[in-house]
């Protein structure tokens, strides 16, 4: 049982290249995130999926897109790199509140994916 | 609109010392309260969550927090640390009006235990 699993692990990119993050769980969850780390900022939530098909805007979403075509993945996607987009990216993911009788529940994090932009 | 302030960056303490890290949040509706830990290099762990009942929550390596709801807080303790539980402690809340676990986090706390 792998849990969240983040590829690639680390990535260097010059500006205005293009790149994808890949985001797998194996817990059948519903909800998947994507959030980013920077120092003196805690983690800050760029997109979230609350099933297959479905995406929403988190708190800090430009220049960043996703999709989530299968339940188990969810991609997140830099169309032209910016230096202000260096950080560590962090997926998660949990169950429906509908599963858990509308409880909320801990999310479940990926090892992280550290981001250069030069 | 939720957020949640942890006043202290940084927590030094000696081995076998108390600790007890701050959070306090401010949401206009009832919240979930979470403590993350992450370690060096590391994704993030859940330490341990208020959702509904008692207010004093535990974890399974000895920290507890206490939800106060009169002051806004979710402070974590532990009675005595070890060098392991040296790491970053991130206080996050979810507002229990959402349809999804969205989590708002604080700055973090980084504490260092000294031998």
């Known amino acids: 049982n792998a849990g969240v699993t983040q590829t690639p692990k680390f990535r260097v990119l010059k500006t205005g290249q293009s790149m994808t993050l890949l985001c797998a769980q194996d817990m059948n969850h519903e909800y998947m995130y994507w959030y980013r780390q920077d120092p003196g900022m805690g983690l800050r939530l760029i997109h979230y999926?609350?099933?297959?098909?479905?995406?929403a805007k988190g708190e800090v979403p430009d220049g960043y897109n996703v999709s989530r075509l299968k339940k188990q993945n969810f991609l997140l996607g830099l169309e032209s790199a910016a230096p202000s987009q260096t950080s560590v990216y962090f997926c998660a993911s949990s169950y429906s509140r509908t599963r858990t009788g509308g409880l909320g529940q801990p999310q479940h994090f990926g090892d992280g994916t550290r981001l250069s932009i030069l | 609109a939720q957020s949640v302030t942890q006043l202290d960056s940084q927590v030094p303490v000696f081995e076998e010392a108390p600790v007890e890290l701050r959070c306090n949040y401010s949401s206009s509706v009832s919240v979930y309260l979470f403590w993350y830990v992450q370690y060096p290099n590391q994704g993030l762990q859940l330490l341990l969550k208020y959702l509904s009942g008692s207010t004093l929550v535990e974890s399974i390596n000895g920290f507890e927090a206490e939800f106060n709801k009169s002051q806004t807080s979710f402070h974590l303790r532990k009675p005595s640390v070890h060098i392991s539980d040296t790491a970053e402690y991130f206080c996050a809340v979810s507002p229990r009006s959402y349809n999804t676990d969205k989590l708002i986090f604080g700055t973090g706390t980084r504490l260092q235990v000294f031998p």
């Open positions: 999926s609350v099933g297959e098909g479905t995406t």
